[in-house]
T-cell receptor, first 115, second 116 residues
Framework: RKEVEQDPGPFNVPEGATVAFNCTYS??????FFWYRQDCRKEPKLLMS?????NEDGRFTAQLNRASQYISLLIRDSKLSDSATYLC????????????????WGLGTSLAVNP | GAVVSQHPSWVICKSGTSVKIECRSL??????MFWYRQFPKQSLMLMAT?????????EQGVEKDKFLINHASLTLSTLTVTSAHPEDSSFYIC????????????FGPGTRLTVT
């Protein structure tokens, strides 16, 4: 099983649609979870951290289900500028404190928002 | 704040030559820097973790003698690809964490390396 698994997509949605991405992770001891966004041929940019109670930032809502080891990202009222690859990222839970900083990256889910 | 720069943004070199890539944290001190590589349509692959003043920790399968990392100060880390081959052509990205912020990584814009 991959450490972080995402549906690669692509998701093609019309402007204004609501779209949800899911991600599962294998290490039950992981403590930190993130969604990053990566545009074509660019570096990843942090979209939002994912907190246990779920969190919202404008049109974006992230949720965490520790029991199922599952993270989600919901985008409401999609804009053309939301077209990108969304990367699910989980910290490497390890007794080695240095290794805890290591992030495990999913392959990403590609989103295309169409006019 | 938390700006990370990389230089060069792209480079083309001949097979057998060495290429040095710089990663700088411009407005904060980076206790740890990470070097990643990304091939087309693939995920980021961590190559090594670099802590200021100590030897880098390389991931399994990454040759430390081929990818030399130096993290001489709290704002600069360098990656040198030695004796580059066409299969080393990739997008190399660095990231940095601030002291105390363990997981939040700030990424540089990346360096696209093409080896001919």
């Amino acid at each position: 099983r991959k450490e972080v698994e995402q549906d690669p997509g692509p998701f093609n949605v019309p402007e204004g649609a609501t779209v949800a991405f899911n991600c599962t992770y294998s290490n039950s001891a992981s403590q930190s979870f993130f969604w990053y966004r990566q545009d074509c041929r660019k570096e990843p940019k942090l979209l939002m951290s994912v907190y246990s109670s779920g969190n919202e930032d404008g049109r974006f809502t992230a949720q965490l289900n520790r029991a199922s080891q599952y993270i989600s990202l919901l985008i409401r009222d999609s804009k053309l500028s939301d077209s990108a690859t969304y990367l699910c990222v989980v910290n490497n839970a390890s007794r080695n404190a240095g290794n805890n900083r290591k992030l495990i990256w999913g392959l990403g889910t590609s989103l295309a928002v169409n006019p | 704040g938390a700006v990370v720069s990389q230089h060069p943004s792209w480079v083309i070199c001949k097979s057998g030559t060495s290429v040095k890539i710089e990663c700088r944290s411009l407005d904060f001190q980076a206790t740890t820097m990470f070097w990643y590589r990304q091939f087309p349509k693939q995920s980021l692959m961590l190559m090594a973790t670099s802590n200021e003043g100590s030897k880098a920790t390389y991931e399994q399968g990454v040759e430390k003698d081929k990818f030399l990392i130096n993290h001489a100060s709290l704002t600069l880390s360098t990656l040198t690809v030695t004796s580059a081959h066409p299969e080393d052509s990739s997008f190399y990205i660095c990231s940095a964490t601030r002291q105390g912020a363990v997981y939040e990584q700030y990424f540089g814009p990346g360096t696209r390396l093409t080896v001919t």
